[in-house]
């Protein structure tokens, strides 16, 4: 059996047909497979860049621990939690998620990466932080050979019909509903 372990691509790959994928609903998973499918590109060759928002910086994510160690995959953050104290102003994230967007304009423009992820996209939209407008330009806006991912729960209609692949995770068990807390490694 080939040791296929430790092995890197070293010429970087480009795509010829970049999709636009969605992962939504109410069920674990969603930047669970976002990571996944960057893990999966970068160890293909392709540059990866993962825009997230609104994420809390209550304790480094387990992702973004990896993600530190691997070649091929820059991340970035752009927009405070409302979880986060002293709470922000919807005003102020608005402003810092406007700042993600442009961001993230400028990434799937540049040539430089292959797979755009931007993960709680919609959850930005759905609490009216970001214009789904805002998000489409960029989405229209980006190189053919981009693949894009939106994640997070309650797209509007606008980013299902923009998009080429829709999953929706669907809650069927959780163990938070037993009271069991995110548990680290796992959760985050
Ligand atoms: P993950 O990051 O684990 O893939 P997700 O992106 O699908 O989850 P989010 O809506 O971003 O889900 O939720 C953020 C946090 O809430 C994660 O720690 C996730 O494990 C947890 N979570 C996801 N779905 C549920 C659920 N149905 N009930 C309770 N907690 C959940
Ligand atoms: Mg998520």
């Known amino acids: ?39 999966r590109a970068a160890g293909q060759g392709l540059m990866v860049c993962i ?50 967007l442009k961001f993230a304009e400028k990434a799937v423009t540049s040539g430089k990466y292959s797979l755009v992820i931007l993960d709680e996209i919609n959850v930005a939209i759905h609490l009216k932080v970001a214009e789904v407008e805002d998000v489409i330009r960029v989405v229209i806006a980006k190189n053919p050979e981009v693949e894009m991912v939106l994640t997070g729960r309650y797209p509007p209609v606008e980013i299902i019909d923009i998009a080429d692949l829709v999953t929706e995770m669907k809650m069927v068990k959780h163990p938070f509903d037993r009271g069991v807390k995110a548990r680290k490694g796992i959760d985050y």
């Open 51 to 100: 825009i997230q928002f609104m994420k809390a910086s209550v304790e480094e994510s387990g992702e973004a621990k990896a993600v530190a160690s691997t070649g091929n995959i820059d991340l970035y953050r752009f927009g405070r939690s409302f979880i986060e104290y002293p709470r922000p102003s919807s005003e102020e994230v608005a402003r810092e998620v406007s700042e993600g």
């Open 1 to 39: 059996m080939d040791d296929v372990y430790g092995k890197r691509e070293e010429k970087s790959l480009k795509l010829k047909n970049g999709l636009v994928q969605v992962y939504h609903g109410n069920g674990k998973g969603k930047s669970t497979a976002a990571f996944g499918l960057a893990f």
